[in-house]
């Protein structure tokens, strides 16, 4: 089971911290990864962290956002900032077993939290 917390309402150009408990897939067989659906929309992949901690972004928060992990890798964060309107969603923290890649696709992970709202006003 993974938590995440941290979400809220900010102004645009404001930040947030995400964090995600995810003591269950703290060792170095699994990848993690933020998804995030906005009303009316597919849920879409952000940010996902291989178990060698290497990121990879969706285009659209490159240079805005970062995921990372604490040191003990129980905790995973996203730390999101220049944040625009149209990051207005819910985010949702994921984990799947690394199998030689991370999967790309929402339908690769089977671990999902509840999500957490962000709401960025203009």
């Known amino acids: 089971q993974v938590v995440e917390s941290g979400g809220g309402s900010v102004q645009a150009g404001g930040s947030l911290r995400l964090s995600c408990a995810a003591s269950e897939y703290s060792g170095n067989q699994y990848c993690l990864a933020w998804f995030r659906q906005a009303p009316g929309k597919e849920r879409e992949e952000v940010a996902r962290?291989?178990?060698?901690?290497?990121?990879n972004y969706t285009d659209s928060v490159k240079g805005r956002f970062t995921i990372s992990k604490d040191g003990a890798g129980m905790t995973l964060y996203l730390q999101m900032n220049n944040l625009k309107p149209e990051d207005t969603a819910t985010y949702y923290c994921?984990?799947?077993?690394?199998?030689?890649?991370?999967?790309?696709?929402?339908?690769?992970?089977?671990?999902w939290g509840q999500g957490t709202q962000v709401t960025v006003s203009s």
């Open positions: 994921a984990a799947e077993e690394y199998l030689g890649y991370c999967p790309r696709q929402l339908g690769g992970y089977s671990v």
């Open positions: 962290l291989d178990p060698i901690d290497r990121p």
